[in-house]
Nanobody, 118 residues
Framework: QVQLVESGGGLVQAGGSLRLSCIASGTTSRIDSMAWYRQAPGKQRELVAAISSGGSTNYADSVKGRFTISRDNAKTTMYLQMNTLKPEDTAVYYC????????????WGQGTQVTVSS
């Protein structure tokens, strides 16, 4: 089992910045990749950014050039640096960890609220 805890959300003005953190615990050696998802009211949950065990990254078009995903050397803490935030970035942000050694298993955190005011 993998447990994920997000932190760093809050209220920020448009154009501001926030840094989200996700700490993984449990059987973290089985994690192949991690990602950030978000869900705004009335909308589907969407992939924001992902990072593989080798450090390869992928971003949603809406956040490219503004957000940066990273992991520490131990690969147990993931970050999302969010710059030049826009009101449309307002959502609950969820940490995801994926295990793919035998099929695919996804683990989720409880989410952290990000609110961008205009």
């Amino acid at each position: 089992q993998v447990q994920l805890v997000e932190s760093g959300g809050g209220l920020v003005q448009a154009g501001g910045s926030l840094r989200l953190s996700c700490i993984a615990s449990g059987t973290t050696s089985r994690i192949d990749s991690m990602a950030w998802y978000r869900q705004a009211p009335g909308k589907q949950r969407e992939l924001v950014a992902a990072i593989s065990s080798g450090g390869s990254t992928n971003y949603a078009d809406s956040v490219k050039g503004r957000f940066t995903i990273s992991r520490d050397n131990a690969k147990t803490t993931m970050y999302l640096q969010m710059n030049t935030l826009k009101p449309e970035d307002t959502a609950v942000y969820y940490c995801n960890a994926r295990v793919t050694d035998w099929g695919t298993s996804d683990y989720w955190g409880q989410g952290t609220q990000v609110t961008v005011s205009s």
